[in-house]
């Protein structure tokens, strides 16, 4: 364990030595699906933190696909990374390729990213996690600090001030008060040598409550040249004033460090799997990084409504050997003021929310030689700037018991300046200041049907307007030389319809919805180590289908209280250029346009629990795989996986589990970048999904 973080863990270690007030670990049963519940009381949270079924219940009020997953869901399965967090996520698409680097994709947002996240803010305990241009890593998430995590789609995530295509996915962390258990121990091994320890601890005592948890994650990977180590920590102390006044500070760092395998060639991916890039093991490719953040949500509550203020700092500091070395240095910090209220309005229930955010950053951004993973003669050197300013409003009138009008908007002005001081003996450019500044307004109209207690109905329409961050900005020319390019903003008007609810032994959620962009941010791949570039296309067009559906199929079958569960996940992406002048009506590259996912658990009593043992088998199916270009002259192949998932709590609070994936050892392809014509450009673009794993776990909670 890494100095920086045994000090951030010995901060918050007198909080949590005294003695745990009296806590319940809640049934470990689990569903995909949200419960439909709207009444009954609410059980110990606090202001700043509600409890895990008054956030669920909050969730369920959106006129929208919003999705929720508490950590029962997660707590006895391996969740390595955030792909096996939201795989059971209708509308998602995680794309695998190492480590924790992913490609996360919601409606087409990101559709084309060849690295790291863009049109998705990741938000934890409802501040964002992502840099001031609006990038973001994965590898500051630890899935075992996660308390509940909520998907808010597009638009929908405009209530926490939001507005990309792709929406937000906020990670709640857990506080002594909403904690599963004062004690929780975790720990995992399994193919590839992968090992993985966390320890969370949680103590509340009289006004004042603490959490932390540590985990570290080691893993030598399936392909070679992709061992990873990663330590994080996430911690908060919270105090109470009084019963209407709370601060919360939060304190994390996440210490990463990544080799790089690289991209292959179609065959390689299938034929060889396991091999690096000739490129990758040349320059020692890896990305190591090191952050750290504190924050801080203070909440008072009045007769006239409540009242939350978010401040956070995020410091980052990378260090990333690829065709140059990139070595970045900066923070970000930002404030954040919330009202929320309830009125009546002519005799009608009425909700609205208020709030705004100021969010900056400062970037030192060098580059230098890759001499075998090591900085040569520097390159580039030079300083990017961000800074937002947003307003937002969200209303519910109630104009039924039954029925609610949901309107709101979102007001923003994006400053991205970009200084380039020239690059020491290499190239000589000066000292050149460029820039843009984006400013829109995002409207939001939306109408929610409580049909009954646990049937819903929705339907609405959104803007979304998602601006460039510093990687679209900043491009690698031919000659090596990083010149800045002003792109626009792609705007986007999506609508959407759906109903979610359970019926007997039925649940279900479904949505469909259609999304018209203009100046989509979309990337080609010119060389597989530089990092692909990014254009405005035209009008495009991405509609499809999110839908989650479960049924019980049988119950006291072979014994008293046992379950046999079917549910089944699947996603629809039509994602397609209109009357484009290069590509015409062509499908744009980057996603499948199916992706599902069956499940069949089958679950009984054991011991004290209800549902003490499972075995749950899933097939993962991608009937057709991505085009790789967006002249659709290539495309990945289909692939059909094989897994099992089984578990038994052997007493009350201690569970062993099993995960197997890919039992058929399939050769696939998990990820891909894209290219602009598969017939002359490069295609060593495509990421091989891992073979055959077996990972076992035991979590105590006491």
């Known amino acids: 364990m890494s100095r920086s973080l045994r000090n951030a863990v010995g901060a918050l270690l007198p ?46 009020q959106a006129p929208a696909a919003v999705r929720f997953i508490p950590s029962e869901d997660l707590d006895n399965r391996t969740t390595l990374n955030l792909h096996d967090v939201l795989q059971d996520t209708p509308g998602v ?20 990213r060849a690295f790291h996240l863009r049109g998705i803010e990741l938000l934890q305990d409802g501040i964002p996690m992502n840099m001031a241009d609006g990038s973001g890593d994965f590898y500051q998430i630890d899935p075992l600090a996660a308390r509940s995590v909520t998907v808010f789609p597009g638009g929908n995530a405009l209530s926490l001030g939001g507005s990309t295509l792709g929406g937000a996915v906020n990670f709640t962390t857990p506080t002594a008060r909403t904690a599963e258990a004062p004690n929780i121990v975790r720990l995992e091994a399994g193919s590839f040598g992968t090992i993985r320890g966390s320890l969370q601890l949680s103590r509340a005592f009289g006004n004042w409550d603490a959490a932390a948890t540590a985990s570290v994650l080691h893993s030598d990977g399936y392909r070679q040249h992709s061992r990873s180590q990663y330590e994080m920590f996430n911690g908060n102390v919270g105090y109470r004033v009084n019963d209407n006044v709370e601060t919360r500070f939060y304190f994390g760092s996440y210490i990463v460090q990544q080799q790089l395998p690289g991209s292959l060639t179609l065959q390689q991916a299938l034929r060889a799997p396991t091999m690096a890039s000739a490129a990758a093991l040349a320059g020692h490719q890896a990305r190591d990084v090191w952050a750290e953040r504190i924050a801080n949500r203070t909440t008072v509550r009045t007769e006239y409504g409540q009242f939350d203020l978010d401040v956070w700092g995020l410091h980052k500091r990378l260090f990333h050997p690829i065709f140059q070395v990139i070595a970045q240095d900066g923070w970000n910090w930002g404030v954040a003021p919330r009202f929320t209220t309830e009125f009546q309005v002519a005799g009608l229930r009425n909700q609205i929310i208020l709030g705004g955010r100021y969010f900056a950053g400062s970037n030192d951004a060098d580059q230098y030689t890759n001499v075998l993973g090591s900085r040569g003669v520097q390159t580039l050197r030079s300083r990017q700037n961000a800074q937002n300013y947003e307003a937002y409003f969200e209303n519910r009138l109630w104009m039924l018991p039954d029925l609610a009008l949901v309107a709101g908007a979102k007001a923003l002005r994006n400053e991205r300046d970009y200084r380039d001081f020239g690059g020491g003996l290499a190239f000589s450019r000066g000292n050149v200041a460029l820039g843009r500044t984006y400013e829109g307004v995002n409207p939001r109209l939306g109408l929610l049907w409580q049909a009954t207690p646990t049937v819903q109905a929705f339907a609405n ?132 346009p199916h992706v599902l996912r069956s499940l069949l658990r089958y679950s009984g009593p054991f011991g004290e629990s209800r549902e003490g043992f499972w075995v749950q088998p899933s097939l993962d199916w991608v009937p057709q795989g991505a085009w790789v270009d967006y002249a659709n002259t290539q495309r990945a192949p289909s692939y059909l996986k094989l897994n099992l998932e089984a578990g038994v709590q052997v007493r009350p609070g201690l569970t062993v589990f099993l995960d197997a994936r890919n039992l058929t050892n399939k050769r696939y392809i998990s990820d891909l970048g894209t290219v602009t014509d598969a017939r002359v450009a490069t295609t060593a673009v495509y990421y091989p999904g891992d073979g055959r794993s077996f990972f076992a776990g035991a979590r105590m909670a006491f």
């Not at 698409?93 to 084309?112: K, N, P, Q």
């Not at 998602?466 to 491009?475: G, I, N």
């Open 15 to 60: 909080f949590l030595a005294t003695p745990a007030l009296a806590q319940t670990a809640p049934d470990p049963t689990s569903t995909t699906l949200p419960q439909m519940e709207v009444t009954g009381t609410l059980p110990a949270g606090s202001l700043t933190v509600p409890d895990v079924e008054t956030q669920r219940r909050e969730v369920e």
């Open 461 to 592: 329409v959104t803007r979304s307007m998602d601006v460039p961050d510093f990687s679209d900005l900043t491009q690698t020319q031919a000659n090596g030389v990083t010149g800045f390019v002003p792109l626009q903003a792609q705007r986007a008007w999506t609508t959407e319809i759906g109903t979610r609810g359970s019926a007997g032994r039925f649940g279900w959620d479904l949505t469909l919805f259609n999304s018209v962009l203009r100046g989509q941010l979309l990337q080609f791949t010119t060389d597989p180590s530089v990092p692909a570039a990014t254009f405005n296309a035209g009008t495009t067009v991405n509609r499809g289908v999110e839908f989650a559906g479960r049924v019980d199929l049988a119950q006291n079958a072979l014994m008293a209280e046992d379950r046999l569960r079917f549910t089944q996940v699947w996603t629809f992406n039509d994602f397609h250029f209109r009357n484009d002048r290069q590509y015409g009506s062509n499908r744009v590259a980057g996603l499948p």
């Open 93 to 112: 698409f995680v794309g695998t390729r190492y480590g924790a680097e992913l490609r996360l994709s919601v409606r087409g947002s990101g559709i084309a």
